[in-house]
């Protein structure tokens, strides 16, 4: 048994998608005790966290945040279409941008949300993230999906063609499924807050056995919330702390 297999069983989960979060996770759990037992992944997972510096960046102010203050949580009026950053989000990542600087870390990989506030928030900060770092676009990272607007997005094929020019990797973004036209509405693609939570934790379990050492996530706040259990605010950059983030892979495994 090596590292490199179980990372492989991750990703090889990881590229299927996850609609069928639940049995992708069942399946995944039978196939590493073919190779390790519970306890000595659980272990492993222990050993290969201390190494991690996971940063996490919340997207900034973006068109749904106005409203929701404008309207004072009137939701039937803050329901905008894969909403883009407000001027003052973009001001916002003035404050980011010196975080990054006074950090100065040389991130391994950047994991973007594929939703066009994150993909914004990025560009706006990326000056100040080191040109080496790959930047894997993933729905592992992106909002709970629901009926709202705000958290549809474009579909793949889309996202491919507008950021072709950019050195984005899409392989862990594979499916169509995840995407909706402005107005759709599918009740099978809904996400349960258990779908949600597994969601993240094979998404943590994937960023502890990858070799980068550096990693930082610009993401939403309920995923924040989800894999840290505190707020965020918008365009706020954090380390997370690897504790918390260990307690949400082991309690599912």
């Not at 979060?21 to 659980?42: A, M, Q």
């Not at 190494?51 to 309207?71: D, S």
């Not at 549809?152 to 990797?169: A, D, I």
């Not at 759709?184 to 969601?199: C, I």
Request: aromatic share 12%; glycine share 2%.
């Amino acid at each position: 048994m090596t590292e490199t297999e179980i990372l492989n069983l991750i990703e090889s989960s990881i590229k299927k998608g996850n609609k069928d979060i639940e049995s992708f996770f069942i399946t995944l759990h039978s196939n590493l005790e073919k190779i390790i037992s519970i306890k000595d992944l659980k272990r492993m997972i222990k050993t290969r966290i201390i190494e991690k510096n996971i940063y996490f960046i919340r997207h900034a102010e973006a068109m749904h945040n106005v409203l929701e203050q404008k309207y004072k949580g009137d939701f039937s009026k803050c329901n905008v279409y894969d909403p883009v950053l407000s001027e003052r989000g973009k001001e916002q990542t003035l404050f980011t941008m010196e975080k990054l600087i006074n950090e100065n870390i040389k991130f391994d990989t950047v994991f973007v949300s594929p939703l066009t506030r994150t993909i914004q928030t990025y560009f706006l900060v990326k000056d100040d993230i080191n040109k080496d770092a790959q930047v894997v676009i993933t729905d592992f990272a992106r909002e709970v999906l629901s009926y709202c607007d705000k958290n549809k997005g474009k579909k793949l094929s889309l996202l491919k063609s507008e950021y072709k020019n950019n050195n984005f990797n899409f392989d862990y973004m594979t499916k169509e499924y995840w995407w909706f036209d402005l107005g759709e509405q599918k009740k099978d693609e809904l996400e349960s807050l258990l779908k949600f939570r597994l969601r993240l934790a094979l998404f943590i379990l994937w960023l502890i056995f990858r070799k980068d050492k550096n990693m930082l996530i610009i993401s939403h706040s309920h995923v924040f919330a989800n894999m840290q259990n505190k707020g965020i605010y918008n365009a706020d950059m954090v380390k997370m702390s690897n504790k918390v983030l260990l307690n949400k892979v082991l309690e599912t495994l």
